[in-house]
């Protein structure tokens, strides 16, 4: 099969769907965002109990994004695997609450 020139180089582009102009309104979103939530941490204390999957999440998040020197192949992935678990069990928990909420829903039309 023939070599693309362009597969021994790193490309400068974005990936396809993240043009510069998309990339700085997803990055000026999540700052709102993140804006947002620490005041609502702040002004609501009991937020942190209730969402403690979601904190601990953004926490990993943050920790590895914030990082001010460079960390080994090993710890890296460390902080992704810890983010990939967290991220599953708040998609089981989320799957389980759509379960629950369908069977109360179907308890309550059979009735």
Do not use: W
């Amino acid at each position: 099969m023939p070599v693309c020139p362009r597969d021994n180089q790193c490309s400068t582009l974005p990936p396809p769907g993240f043009t510069d102009a998309n990339v700085s309104l997803k990055r000026e979103h999540l700052i709102d965002l993140l804006k947002n939530i620490i005041d609502k941490c702040q002004h609501e204390p009991s937020f942190l109990a209730q969402q403690s999957k979601q904190t601990d999440l953004l926490i990993s998040i943050a920790q590895l994004t914030l990082l001010s020197t460079p960390i080994s192949p090993n710890d890296r992935q460390g902080f992704l695997n810890n983010i990939v678990t967290i991220t599953q069990d708040l998609l089981s928990d989320e799957n389980n609450k759509e379960i629950v909420l369908s069977v109360d829903s179907c308890k309550e039309y059979s009735n």
